[in-house]
């Protein structure tokens, strides 16, 4: 019994054969959509505008039924940062979350809503049509 699982140990483990050539991978992964375009990470000030380059990233994905991804940081009145996620989906819906935790005058929390239109960008990313936000 010891012989038979020494034996399997270096199957287990991997080969150390610089030419072997690892297997496909299985059909599943290898049809996986590719990773969300990035449209990045915006830190604004108070009363900073999202800059152009965002904005037309975030549009091209939602004209093009793509997904994207977008980060956008900016102050409350109060001057508490507020971190969002601009989320695109295919079908044209923008998972929007907030993450309120450092406001002291707001909910304190994460929340999640999911949202369609048209987007407007004075100053971030807002929707005529939004979910009620849910807990995250």
């Keep these: 019994m010891t012989v038979l699982a020494l034996s ?5 483990c991997g080969t150390t054969d610089p030419d072997a050539v690892p297997p496909d991978p299985p059909q599943a992964h290898a049809t996986r959509s590719p990773a969300r ?3 990045g990470v915006w830190t604004l000030g108070q009363g900073d505008r999202l800059p152009t380059e ?6 091209g994905a939602l004209r093009d039924g793509q997904e994207a991804r977008m980060r956008v940081i900016a102050p409350t009145i109060e001057g508490g940062p507020i ?3 601009y989320l ?6 923008v998972e929007v979350i907030a993450d309120g935790r450092r406001d002291r005058y707001g ?3 994460i929340e999640r809503r999911i ?5 407007s960008y004075t100053p971030v990313p807002s ?3 939004c979910s009620t936000p849910t807990p995250v």
């Design 54 to 59: 965002a904005a037309e990233c975030l549009d």
């Design 83 to 85: 971190t969002t996620d």
């Design 115 to 119: 949202c369609t239109g048209p987007v």
């Design 37 to 39: 375009p990035d449209c």
């Design 8 to 12: 399997l140990t270096p199957a287990a």
């Design 88 to 93: 695109v989906r295919v079908d044209g819906r």
């Design 107 to 109: 909910a304190g929390r």
């Design 127 to 129: 929707f005529p049509t």
